[in-house]
Nanobody
């Protein structure tokens, strides 16, 4: 059984930084790509970033390029999202996702089989 547990969300002022973590348990999620998605108030869930198991490839959504960095520590079974220069429009619930089937840094939500419960990030202006 795969479990993804996010942490690190909170309230931050615009221009500040946060680092989200996602602890992964369960062998089925290993060796495959992982990603972050978010859902803002009144919005649909959207892709943020993804990374392959081998760190060889990563992908970012245009709104976060240059500000967010995705990384993973496979030895610790943990996924990270470093978020810098935060903006009020980054306010959302952030979800960790694990593929379990493909090792490509894909932005397609349908490629991810496992999801965390989400962590709230609120950026004040």
């Amino acid at each position: 059984q795969v479990q993804l547990v996010e942490s690190g969300g909170g309230l931050v002022q615009a221009g500040g930084s946060l680092r989200l973590s996602c602890a992964v348990s369960g062998r089925a999620a290993r060796n495959y790509a992982m990603g972050w998605f978010r859902q803002g108030p009144g919005k649909e869930r959207e892709f943020v970033a993804a990374i392959t198991w081998s760190y060889s490839s990563s992908r970012y959504a245009d709104p976060v390029k240059g500000r967010f960095t995705i990384s993973r520590d496979n030895a610790k079974n943990t996924l990270y999202l470093q978020m810098n220069s935060l903006k009020p429009e980054d306010t959302a619930v952030y979800y960790c996702a694990g593929s379990g089937s493909v090792d490509a840094a894909t932005s397609r939500a349908s490629s991810y089989n496992y999801w965390g419960q989400g962590t709230q990030v609120t950026v004040s202006s």
